[in-house]
Nanobody, 123 residues
Framework: VQLQASGGGLVQAGGSLRLSCAGSGHTFSTYVVGWFRQAPGKEREFVAAISRSGSSTLYADSVKGRFSIARDNAKNTVVLQMNNLRPEDTAVYYC?????????????????WGQGTQVTVSS
């Protein structure tokens, strides 16, 4: 499966952005989809994940209550709505997919990765 992340940009603290991850192929609905981010000089970290049907979600504590993940399998799309953004949310955001049903937070558990989209939050 090929993934294309989009929607990043520059926003002031407290603002919102909506990231999209578009997947190719007829099997997109069979994958768990996760969002990760990587800030300069830091390791890639988990942000959120959503189950194949969209009925289950998982969030990092740092974004819980501010970010929400959803998917539309008919459109092969997963979105990450980010509200009340903070400067520490600045990073390149990646979407990724994994086989199986479990929502995992380790990046090594994900098989396919998109190219990333830059999110910059100014204070």
């Amino acid at each position: 499966v090929q993934l294309q992340a989009s929607g990043g940009g520059l926003v002031q603290a407290g603002g919102s952005l909506r990231l999209s991850c578009a997947g190719s192929g007829h099997t997109f609905s069979t994958y768990v989809v996760g969002w990760f981010r990587q800030a300069p000089g830091k390791e890639r970290e988990f942000v959120a994940a959503i189950s194949r049907s969209g009925s289950s979600t998982l969030y990092a504590d740092s974004v819980k209550g501010r970010f929400s993940i959803a998917r539309d399998n008919a459109k092969n799309t997963v979105v990450l709505q980010m509200n009340n953004l903070r400067p520490e949310d600045t990073a390149v955001y990646y979407c990724a997919t994994r086989m199986g049903a479990l929502l995992r937070v380790e990046s090594k558990e994900y098989d396919y990765w998109g190219q990333g989209t830059q999110v910059t939050v100014s204070s």
